[in-house]
């Protein structure tokens, strides 16, 4: 736990700056997680004999997640283009022997797309107006959620969620974080609306809301990333990151929070 902490902490000290400041910085560091979750993704996937294209998976996430934070008018040729890209690589690999090239070709395209595409909604949501604030309201809305859920869980879960794909997540684990999340989400907006300089019409009650999609949703982000590993009978993604494991386990809730902020935001809140 002491490690786990500490690594928390070097984290939060890299990432608020970055998350102020945007830009450039901002890319950088979820460019970073980003394109080493995809390093780890081809990697459970190599586990169970499967040969996602890595230069193509990760070269993707890296040009799509590019072009959605700084030349977004070109990001939907840009995600084509590389989809595109990976079709003819497999096509080669097939031609030179390798009969699995189609199931590689769908395993390398989910990589591009789940991680590269639709993890690039956190490069949209800090690029929305006061994004920084944006941005930390999803972000402390699924944190929260996340811890939780590992606390009452670890504490009083005597109900499995999903058994197969994570036995030690419950019931009571994920009331929590339902709870957990849609009092963070009003908490956030009281504080910074109240005490901050946030200039915008949401409503505690819309904080809620919010918190509470957040609370109960990106666990499904969490799931998913568990049937990858459960499949590839890998523990942890990686063991970059000490006390966390890897890039891949740090965003998979956060995959899912994102894009539900952005769209919560921008069609209740910001339109």
């Known amino acids: 736990m002491r490690r786990r902490m500490f690594t928390a902490l070097g984290l939060a000290l890299l990432g608020v700056p970055a998350i102020v400041i945007g830009g450039i910085f901002y890319y950088l560091l979820m460019g970073t997680f980003l394109i080493g979750a995809a390093w780890e993704y081809v990697h459970l996937f190599r586990a169970v004999k499967f040969e996602p294209d890595m230069v193509v998976t990760t070269g993707g996430v890296a040009v799509v997640t590019f072009a959605r934070m700084f030349f977004p008018e070109y990001a939907q040729p840009v995600f ?5 890209i990976a079709m003819a690589v497999h096509l080669i690999k097939y031609e030179r022997g390798r009969d699995l090239s189609a199931l590689d070709f769908g395993v390398t395209v989910g990589g591009i797309v789940y991680v590269g595409w639709v993890g690039s909604y956190l490069l949209d949501l800090r690029n929305l107006p006061e994004g920084g604030w944006w941005f930390m309201l999803v972000m402390f809305c699924v944190w929260a959620g996340d811890s939780g859920a590992y606390s009452i869980g670890r504490a009083y879960g005597k109900h499995k969620l999903a058994p197969r794909l994570s036995p030690k997540k419950s019931w009571e684990g994920y009331a929590a974080s339902v709870f957990t999340g849609a009092h963070t989400g009003a908490l956030y907006v009281w504080v910074f609306k109240t005490f901050g300089n946030l200039q915008s019409d949401i409503t505690i009650w819309q904080g809620a809301i919010l918190g509470l999609l ?9 799931l998913g990333e568990s049937m990858i590993k459960r499949q590839s009978g890998i523990k942890d993604s990686s063991d970059i990151i000490p006390g966390h494991g890897g890039f891949f386990d740090r965003i998979d809730s956060w995959i899912w929070g994102a894009p539900i902020g ?8 910001l339109n």
């Open 262 to 269: 952005f769209y919560f935001l921008t069609w209740f809140i």
């Open 214 to 222: 957040l609370g109960a949703l990106p666990t499904l982000g969490d």
């Open 80 to 84: 084509a283009a590389a989809i595109l």
